[in-house]
């Protein structure tokens, strides 16, 4: 980028700055989601830039606070992953812009299932729902099942059945798509029901304010009316005794009063560290449900399911490869699979695997998993029962050729290696020969099962 070259200091409106925050607002939006990424991020502006120095500007001390501690590290970060230049970001509050209701309002809309805006003094706030969060766009497989069918069941049932509904589970894993979807639901099946959504930084945030402008009758109301009140990541709350003392008593009234709450954390109830015991206790009393991290099926299927919305043809080994290689979490798998896709419409070049490669390297160096040729060569030899030494020999008796062609296969779809490369690790062999391989291997996958189980247990075994 230009900026690099340049060391005087300029505006921003003056070189590669503004892009390079763009690109990185992008990539934050992404990987927090778009509703953590407005609350958070989007406010924030870029206020000046000097070399070496990116200044931007909260408009709240409790904004500049909020994002010091919760994202400076990662931006600083993204930062230098496109312009080493930069190695302080400089964090402000602008005077000159006071933070407006209208502003907390863009933040912080209120949205109630029934879709009116709830019209109460002092603006008062749920978060917005993401119309992509939907139990239809949601791909159920056996690490969230549980999960799934709880949410399906409260979304469904006009009576309170379980109290709380308590998901947890890793970050990206579909949290607060779950959320999401049973507001949705309740919002077309019972109108009539009101629910609130919202994070558990945003009823801190409110209780806060409330707490500075004396209002805090009207914000015990707001929660307490309400027959459905789902409050995400609730581990934000841990440690923050005023706020988890008013959360307690907002969830006691409500249950009391037989009103459904929902909350998600990222871990169970037992676990959540800084919260009191009474309230531990009672986030367990309900149905407790996890989320498991993702099998590589369920990846693919959300691959699967996520091309097809965006109309995009991606070749299956292309998407066989996001799943096996991006494990981390659900929000990464996606943000892989967008960004070779708007590469490739961006500026055309056809999605293949080389070009995936090229596209996602810093993400897929982040989630390497180093599975080496060396490991695959060593595993397919345990599981044949055959002697490592045979994967380089020229003995060509089926019983040892085939294992040799599967490592091969293997080697080409788990390992950035080429072909050529692939070929001196057997023996020297000829990159036609790897490539031979690959296509017997792909042609016996599809028409003897047997095979096709033997290969898929493999892969999986190093997977893990
Ligand atoms: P969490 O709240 O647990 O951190 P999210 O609900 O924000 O995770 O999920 C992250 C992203 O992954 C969202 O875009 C969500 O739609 C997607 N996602 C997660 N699980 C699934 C799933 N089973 N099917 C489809 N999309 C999913
Ligand atoms: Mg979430």
């Known amino acids: 980028m230009g900026f690099a070259q340049q060391s005087q200091s300029h505006t921003p409106d003056q070189g590669g ?30 206020t000046n830039a000097t070399s070496g120095m990116v ?42 812009t006071p933070v407006s209701v209208a502003q907390v309002a863009m933040a912080d809309p209120m949205v109630v299932a029934s879709g009116e805006e ?27 099942e549980l999960a799934y069918a709880a949410a399906l069941r409260v979304a469904e049932s006009a009576t309170v059945q379980f109290n709380p509904l308590f998901l947890y589970g890793g970050v990206g894993l579909g949290k607060t798509h779950l959320m999401h979807a049973i507001a949705w639901h309740i919002k077309k099946c019972h109108p009539n029901r009101r629910v609130i959504y919202l994070s558990a930084e945003k009823f801190m945030y409110q209780f806060i304010r409330a707490l500075r402008y004396k ?19 609730v581990q934000f709350i841990s440690g923050k005794d005023t706020t988890q003392e008013e959360f307690f008593h907002t969830f006691n009234a409500l249950v009391d009063r037989n009103h459904q709450v929902i909350v998600s954390a990222d871990k169970s109830p037992s676990d959540l560290e800084g919260m009191e015991e009474r309230l531990k206790s009672r986030l367990g009393w309900g149905l407790v449900a996890d989320i498991h991290p993702t099998s590589y099926e369920l990846r693919l299927g959300i691959l699967q ?55 996602l390297r810093d993400l897929l160096k982040a989630n390497d998993r180093r599975v080496t040729i060396d490991d695959i060569q060593k595993r397919v030899c ?13 003995r060509r008796s089926q019983n040892v050729a085939r294992p ?11 390992t950035p290696r080429s072909l050529p490369d692939i070929g001196r690790k057997f023996g020297g062999r000829d990159h036609t020969t790897v490539l031979h ?12 099962k047997e095979f096709l189980e033997d290969l898929t247990i493999l892969r999986r075994t190093l997977e893990v």
């Not at 345990?382 to 020229?394: H, T």
């Not at 040799?404 to 788990?414: D, E, F, G, V």
Request: hydrophobic content about 45%; overall charge negative; some cysteine.
């Open 404 to 414: 040799r062609q599967i490592a091969m296969y293997l080697s080409k779809i788990l």
């Open 305 to 359: 399911s996520k091309a097809e919305t965006l109309n995009a043809v991606v070749p299956k080994d292309v998407l066989e490869f996001l799943a096996f290689k991006i494990a981390s979490n659900v929000r990464e798998l996606e943000g892989a699979l967008n960004r070779i896709i708007a590469h490739s419409t961006l500026v055309g070049r056809e999605i293949n695997l080389e070009m995936t490669q090229d596209v």
């Open 17 to 46: 700055i503004p892009q390079e925050w763009a690109l990185i607002c992008q990539r934050l939006q992404a990987e927090l989601g778009d509703a953590t990424f407005r609350s958070w991020i989007a406010p924030l502006t870029l």
């Open 437 to 448: 391989a690959v296509k017997k291997v792909e042609e016996l996958m599809g028409s003897d």
């Open 382 to 394: 345990e599981y044949f029962s055959i002697k490592l030494s045979d994967m380089q020999s020229s």
């Open 215 to 233: 209002d805090t009758v009207a914000f015990k109301e707001q929660f307490r009316s309400v027959d459905v009140l789902m409050i995400d990541d």
């Open 118 to 144: 709830v019209d109460i003094e002092g603006s008062f706030i749920g978060s917005t729902l993401d119309p992509r969060f939907t139990f239809e766009n949601f791909v159920v497989g056996k690490p969230n």
């Open 55 to 96: 200044q931007l500007a909260a408009p709240t001390r409790f904004m500049r606070d909020w994002v010091a501690s919760n994202f400076l590290e990662k931006i600083r970060n993204y930062w230098q992953d496109i312009n080493p230049t930069i190695d302080t970001i400089d964090l402000i509050v602008k005077a000159g």
